[in-house]
């Protein structure tokens, strides 16, 4: 196939949405972005509450981790998006950022000049359309929608209890000062998901020089004589070259990214020969440093109907979507995940070493037990900066194999001694008078788990992954890291990975917001790079 585009994007998520809208507002650019499954029509997406509809099915890739070896050798399930959108059409919707303080060491600690947190601010700003907030640290008039919800009642006495347990109430975790408790914003516009695919691409896809493919399985990158030429993709079975005239563009992700990095020889070149993979790059740390927030739940049973679980009723189901259908206002307008905090696991860490997620319900995500009758609400808390540090790798070259993802969940002590206090705390807030009034007792994991030995077991037995990993192709300033600062793949020209995937070190938040920031970043290196070619 000819040259018919200039950049090639692969991986429709985030920051590929992000990006390639970015990419187009050139018109002498011309831009295929690629994505593996379909568009974001199903209806669960667009609707704030469809969130709990989302942490399996047919819109994720249906990964499961290899056997965890600190965690009772369980395979967990790991959602990882498979629609347009990615992560941004199935999260929670929760926006934070992260502290100033991870930007700062990606700079100091790891050589990635041009990333502290002074130099990516600007970015998160131009990124956002915030309804509430402005100022130095927000943005207004930005592809991507944020908004602060009017919190249930159960939220606001969350809030309550922290503040009773001696936490600030903080009405801004983006500020700089993230400590403290309160409502999160989120990536909702008009009481409707804004995803980068709804904020960003949508609006792009009128260019004529933007084109979208869905349901586009990419096999590999094409690399020739050291550069990256384009992508081989599958159609019916059939190999198709698609050319790219500047660059090929990575975002499919920290699990993603590697996988396809791995499958088109760019990666440890052993392990690559071993699976009759032709070395077209050797680049060891190809699918290493994988790490992502472990979460932990505790499930509450509540003395009445305080929840969102009692519009599992068929009739208050209904009243609740006519609320929605007339007003945009009620449960379906809400993430459900509205309140949160973070905290400190160690008093002497200088940032918040744990973040809470207060949940208006019970059993609303994959592997969290529901409340059988009744209503119930949940808490899930995790360590910010985890220490284990896991892999992504081939089971084999071929693209419908799935790899196998290992994020060595507790596999260093601090985790497993840090996600215990967060246990210990999620307790203790639950205790506190205003959120205790409405409590009838703990349904998970129940008053027998009390001792130390007790709650590493729990976690170990019940902990899950909180959708954030990043790290398998990892930025930095040495030449063991896989892209360099500007994003480039090291020892391939016209290769750059622009997603999670290149953080050196996870931010202490979600990531979907970091993640949109680093696409921003990406859109101005390629600049960047075209006006000195």
């Known amino acids: 196939m000819a ?40 209806r669960f997406i667009h609707l704030p509450v469809g969130f709990a509809k989302m942490t399996s099915g047919p819109l994720t890739w249906g990964l499961k981790t290899a056997p965890q070896k600190h965690a009772m050798n369980r395979e967990i399930v790991y959602a990882q998006a498979r629609v347009l959108g990615g992560g941004g059409s199935i999260n929670a919707q929760v926006y934070t950022r992260g502290c100033p303080e991870d930007y700062d060491a990606w700079a100091s600690e790891f050589g990635c000049t041009g990333w502290s947190f002074a130099d990516v601010q600007p970015l998160f700003l131009r990124s956002e359309d915030n309804d509430t907030l402005a100022g130095e640290t927000h943005g207004i008039g930005g592809p991507l929608g944020v908004s602060s919800l009017a919190p249930q009642p159960l939220t606001r006495a969350f809030a309550q209890a922290c503040q009773q347990l001696g936490m600030p109430y903080n009405p801004d975790f983006n500020s700089g000062r993230q400590a ?34 869905t349901g586009a399985q990419i096999s590999r990158i094409v690399v020739e004589k050291g550069r990256a030429v384009g992508v081989e993709m599958l159609d019916n079975g059939r190999p198709v070259l698609m050319r790219a005239a500047r660059e090929v563009l990575v975002t499919a992700g920290a699990i993603g990214s590697p996988w396809l990095m791995l499958r088109s020889g760019l990666g440890p070149a052993d392990e690559l020969r071993a699976l009759g993979i032709a070395v077209a790059a050797d680049l060891p740390e190809v699918g290493r440093n994988l790490h992502d927030h472990f979460g932990i739940d505790i499930v509450y049973e509540l003395s009445g109907p305080h ?21 945009r206002k009620g449960p379906v307008a809400s993430n459900i995940v509205e309140g949160g ?42 360590t910010l900066r985890p220490r284990a540090r896991g892999s992504v790798t081939l089971r084999s070259a071929d693209p ?12 260093d002590p601090y985790d497993l001694k840090t996600s215990t206090e967060g246990l210990r705390l999620s307790r203790e807030i639950f205790a506190q008078s205003a959120l205790a009034k409405y409590v009838r007792k703990e349904h998970f994991p129940g008053g027998q788990v009390t001792t130390q030995a007790e709650l590493e077991l729990y976690a170990r037995q019940y902990g899950r992954t909180s959708y954030h990993p990043v790290g398998t192709c990892r930025m930095g300033g040495d030449a063991r890291s896989v892209v360099d600062p500007q994003l480039r793949v090291r020892g391939v020209e016209g290769l750059r990975i622009c997603d999670s995937s290149v953080m050196p070190r996870l931010v202490s938040s979600n990531t979907n917001a970091p993640s949109i920031m680093i696409a921003e970043k990406a859109s101005d290196l390629v600049r960047a790079s075209e006006t000195t070619r």
């Open 3 to 42: 040259a018919e585009h200039d950049y090639i994007v692969v991986g429709g998520g985030s920051a590929g949405c992000a990006l390639a809208a970015r990419l187009s507002e050139d018109p002498q650019r011309r831009v295929l972005l690629l994505e593996a499954g379909p568009e974001d029509t199903n």
């Open 180 to 213: 403290g408790a309160g409502a999160y914003q989120t990536t909702i516009r008009g009481a409707r998901r804004c995803s980068a695919a709804v904020g960003y691409l949508r609006p792009a896809l009128a260019r004529r020089n933007l084109t979208l493919k």
């Open 307 to 327: 929840s969102f679980d009692k519009y599992n009723k068929p009739h208050w189901m209904a009243w609740a979507g006519l609320e929605y259908a007339l007003f």
């Open 341 to 382: 905090a973070f905290w400190y696991a160690d008093k002497t860490a200088k940032t918040p070493d744990l973040q809470f997620h207060f949940l208006v319900g019970a059993g609303v995500e994959e592997g969290v037990p529901k409340i059988e009758s009744g209503s119930g609400a949940t808490m899930n808390s995790y």
């Open 400 to 411: 419908a194999v799935l790899p196998v993802v290992d994020p060595n969940f507790l596999g």
